[in-house]
């Protein structure tokens, strides 16, 4: 009897230690025995029924995106069980860890980021309301990337490198070549489409506000927005965190445009790419990589993002899709029916630009007096780009045609000269001591 108790506990220690030895004792007597918790009972006991079994992915609205390179798959898994967001959120949410997949192609730029601090690029992707309309999927459209940004500073070029178009004018009107002066308005006729004199391309307002990118273009809310040129939809959503298209080093880094049309135009401009941004929208009217014509609707006038009300912020990018490639709108757009445009610049005795010189736009009169129109502000030092070739620092966008005088104040002596403006033609000019 003590041998049988003792071979019981012998038994139970080894159960306790390991319980699946239990059912390989017993099956050579042809007894079938399931222990729970065991791997076997386990998967016997999960359901069979093809209607009620555990689908082999997760749903994409659930999937916890891929880990960024660098960074472990925990931290990826550990995202994806964040705390509940607040209403709203969650689409925000999506686009930053979808953008985080792919880093962007190193910069180029004379301003270079961290990697961390990656800008936008072409395989931006849909919305989860405005899928792609082509068959490429999600996998594909991230594994695209942007050609290399031209470094900005390679197109300022010495003055000895070609022609000095600006100078060579001498206040009287020039050729521009084709694409410059060709794209069309964002708002119909009828509607206000130019933008504010107040606060011109590469200017702060006097020190208001940030230097802008773009210019400004105030109709009501709602007012439909138009493509300036035919094209590809690269982005229609919002600017989010992760991916914006907005400043990524200044006051408000986060949804600057708000809600936002970038498109990439047909038209280059010495072999580069030209974009066109659409900020500050209400609503988007296209999908990624749609196409569109000259004209179409593309948007409606909102104030998302930063914003003191309802206007267009419109901004051309040349040769990279980036916040710091931009170029004056003033000189891409056609001027208004019967309007002209000056373009000039401010430099030193060795013909070099001077930043920051504030530039008076003056009306003459049959007798030679002069009016005050109109004020810029030369280009600063960096972060906004002449056109390649040009090298103005000051342009003043849909002029009525006369003779003008463009006065500039650098050291505190003036500097003058007189502009005849021809409709449609660009007018320029050079203001060197």
Not at 253 to 266: A, I, M, N, S
Request: hydrophobic residues 40%; aromatic residues 6%; proline residues 10%.
């Amino acid at each position: 009897m003590s041998l049988v108790l003792v071979a019981l506990l012998a038994v139970a220690v080894l159960l306790l230690q390991d319980p699946g030895r239990l059912p390989r004792l017993l099956d050579p007597l042809g007894i079938r025995l399931r222990v729970a918790g065991t791997p076997t009972a386990m998967a016997q006991s999960r359901p069979t029924d093809p209607g009620t079994s555990a689908p082999s992915k997760a749903p994409s609205s659930l999937r916890t995106p891929a880990a960024r390179p660098g960074t472990s798959p925990s931290a990826s898994s550990a995202a994806g069980r964040s705390a509940p967001q607040r209403p709203g959120s969650a689409q925000r949410r999506s686009h930053a860890a979808s953008a985080e997949v792919t880093p962007a192609p190193l910069r180029t730029s004379r301003s270079a980021r961290p990697a961390t601090a990656t800008r936008s690029t072409d395989a931006t992707l849909a919305t989860e309301t405005q899928p792609a309309r082509d068959s490429r999927s999600a996998q594909d459209t991230e594994s695209e990337a942007l050609p290399p940004i031209r470094d900005p500073e390679a197109t300022r070029l010495p003055a000895a490198a070609r022609p000095d178009q600006l100078a060579r004018a001498a206040g009287r009107p020039f050729a521009l070549d084709p694409p410059l002066l060709t794209f069309g308005r964002a708002a119909a006729d009828g509607l206000e489409q130019r933008g504010s004199a107040f606060y011109p391309y590469g200017t702060t307002a006097a020190g208001q506000y940030l230097l802008h990118h773009g210019i400004d273009i105030s109709n009501p809310l709602g007012t439909p927005i138009l493509a300036v040129a035919g094209g590809e939809v690269i982005y229609a959503g919002e600017d989010v965190a992760m991916q914006a298209y907005g400043p990524a080093d200044e006051p408000y880094p986060k949804g600057f445009y708000g809600r936002l049309v970038l498109l990439r135009h047909d038209p280059t401009l010495d072999d580069a790419a030209i974009y066109s941004l659409y900020g500050h929208l209400s609503q988007t009217a296209v999908v990624q990589r749609q196409r569109v014509a000259a004209g179409q609707p593309i948007g409606y006038v909102g104030s998302a993002g930063i914003a003191l009300g309802p206007h267009l912020h419109l901004e051309f990018r040349v040769s990279g899709n980036d916040y710091l490639a931009t170029v004056n709108p003033d000189l891409m757009l056609r001027p208004l029916a019967g309007l002209g445009v000056i373009v000039g610049r401010v430099a030193d005795p060795a013909g070099r630009p001077l930043h920051g010189i504030d530039v008076g736009l003056y009306a003459l009169d049959a007798a030679g007096g002069e009016r005050w129109l109109r004020q810029t502000t030369t280009y600063p030092a960096e972060r906004i780009n002449p056109i390649p070739g040009l090298g103005e620092n000051f342009v003043f966008g849909d002029v009525e045609p006369g003779r003008y005088v463009v006065a500039a104040t650098p050291g505190g002596g003036r500097l003058d000269a007189e502009v005849r403006v021809e409709a449609g033609r660009a007018s320029g000019i050079l203001l060197k001591r």
